[in-house]
């Protein structure tokens, strides 16, 4: 463009066309620092480069350096656990047919529930219109045991064994009363859709200590229906995508798009990725969206999985010692009891998190039948895994968690037999138990009235119990935030202490 030093700022017309020649779209949108294209694109990508810079300018820090020095700080303390599984018994198991010893019901067998017990709680629409809440006693018989003689329930023989591992909670309680909000609030510290689900706050926060497993994975029950389970319980919310949950299913595709087509090789595959991470490099530079990266490394860990899921995956060279532990449906893959068994594989190789998912807690009638079966598929193979992760010297750096969304109510639902009932859904008071890294053994905390209706003595939130979680794995809850759309959030939002009696 000619300049003359009279009239600097005149563009004359064909100069002009040139100009546009060279100012094409893109190259516009990319490269016109102050622009409208830039701040509009800037904002699309979830980043704002140029308040941050002038920020910087003015001495304080941006956003971006803000998170680094947030993630640099962990951990805040020592961790007593290093990896963490959670056994999710999806539908709300019932407190008095497993932990919650209520023995003075027997007598009430029947009698309408007293309103100064109920008091203004809502009730689910399933029960609301009921004409009486008649007391049901637990069908299912309690013996004491371990050292500190503690009730558990006749359908549980195997847990009983290891109970004096566990710190069994009876004071737990939660604000949703439906199972969606319910599950997606224990799962992510919000009702709503959207938020990172825990194993991804752990993963963005802790990083990995397996440089070829995903850090937080997922093994959802073959053998069990119920309520439907959404892959955005274990989502990634607003953190970057490489933190979402990986599920891995049974069959000869553990994980979903990991194997190569016919025809291609590992070579193939590697040559590929390094173009395409070349190609994601070259767009990284151009417009700086950090879920770039995230891809690349997704991509990179995909490259790694096809070897290492393979390896953890087979089972075939168990003794059958650990099978015979595990209970016959561990050499059916996908079941309960192979998960947990392939658990204790994820767990030996450092993954951070491991969440198993298992449906059918929900009886809303047909209860004894219904909680029999589920205690059957279940209880066995969970006193294994804590017995195995603490012969082989996991337990004590490995968190174990047991519960579900909510407890059951005291009334029947639908008619009252001796034989038969139903329960339905209670937010207020329900049992959850851990055993292992951090937290004191053999012990009971927390009572509920006679009624096992309402807390009596310790409540514990589910934000109290995130709170804690975070703790036995090195991290002040109230420090570990990230920051989306204007606010900054952490998974126990603006809530939730400690729970110190429960800390070996």
């Known amino acids: 463009m000619a300049h003359h030093h ?44 140029l308040s941050a810079n002038s920020k910087s300018a003015r001495g304080t820090i941006s956003d971006e350096q803000m998170q680094q020095q947030i993630l640099a700080a962990l951990p805040h303390i020592a961790p007593k656990a290093k990896r963490v599984v959670y056994l999710f018994m999806s539908g709300g198991p019932s407190q008095f047919e497993t932990f919650d010893y209520k023995p003075n019901l027997v007598n009430m067998f029947g009698q309408d529930l007293p309103e100064s017990i109920r008091g203004d709680q809502r009730l689910t629409g399933m029960s609301a219109n009921q004409s009486s809440l008649p007391i049901a006693p637990s069908f299912a018989g309690f013996q004491q045991y371990g050292k500190n003689k503690t009730w558990v ?90 933190h979402q949950g990986v599920q891995f299913r049974s069959g000869k595709d553990p994980v979903l798009y990991l194997n190569n087509p016919d025809g291609y090789d590992g070579k193939d595959r590697e040559e590929m990725l390094g173009y395409l991470k070349k190609l994601n490099q070259f767009q990284n530079e151009a417009i700086g969206d950090p879920e770039v990266d995230a891809r690349i490394s997704q991509y990179e860990m995909a490259f790694k999985m096809q070897t290492s899921v393979p390896d953890v995956m087979d089972i075939s060279d168990e003794p059958d010692e650990v099978f015979d532990l595990y209970g016959p449906d561990s050499r059916d893959s996908g079941t309960y009891a192979a998960n947990c068994l392939l658990a204790r594989k994820l767990l030996e190789k450092d993954v951070k998190f491991v969440q198993l998912y298992h449906q059918g807690w929900d009886q809303h009638g047909g209860l004894p039948g219904g909680i029999t079966h589920q205690c059957k598929n279940t209880d066995q193979a969970t006193a294994a895994l804590i017995t195995d992760l603490k012969r082989r010297g996991l337990l004590e750096d490995t968190l174990v968690i047991w519960g579900g969304e909510f407890g059951r109510t005291v009334y029947s639902q639908g008619k009252l037999t001796k034989e038969n009932y139903g329960r339905d859904h209670h937010p207020r008071c329900f049992t959850m138990w851990m055993a292992g890294a951090g937290v004191k053994s053999g012990i009971t905390y927390g009572e509920t009235d006679d009624f096992g209706y309402n807390i009596t003595k ?39 202490n400690v729970v110190k009696d429960l800390l070996a």
């Open 458 to 496: 310790n409540p514990v939130h589910v934000h109290d119990f995130h709170a804690t979680l975070m703790h036995l794995l090195g991290i002040h809850h109230e420090q570990f935030t990230f920051k989306s759309q204007g606010r900054r959030y952490r998974l126990t939002d603006v809530h939730g």
């Open 153 to 242: 329930s006749d359908l549980l023989p195997h847990t009983a064994k290891v109970i004096d591992e566990l710190c069994i909670i009876k004071s737990i309680y939660t604000d949703h009363i439906n199972h969606d909000p319910a599950i997606t609030f224990f799962q992510t510290g919000h009702q709503l859709p959207g938020r990172p689900s825990i194993g991804s706050w752990l993963s963005y926060g802790l990083g990995s200590d397996n440089k070829n497993l995903p850090s937080f994975i997922v093994l959802v029950s073959k053998n069990a229906g119920g309520q439907p389970l959404y892959s955005r319980l274990w989502g990634n919310g607003f953190l970057p995508t490489e």
């Open 6 to 49: 009279h009239d600097e700022f005149k563009l004359n017309t064909p100069d002009f066309d040139q100009l546009n020649k060279k100012l094409d779209r893109r190259h516009f949108l990319t490269k016109t620092s102050l622009g409208l294209g830039s701040l509009a694109l800037g904002s699309l990508l979830g980043i704002n480069k």
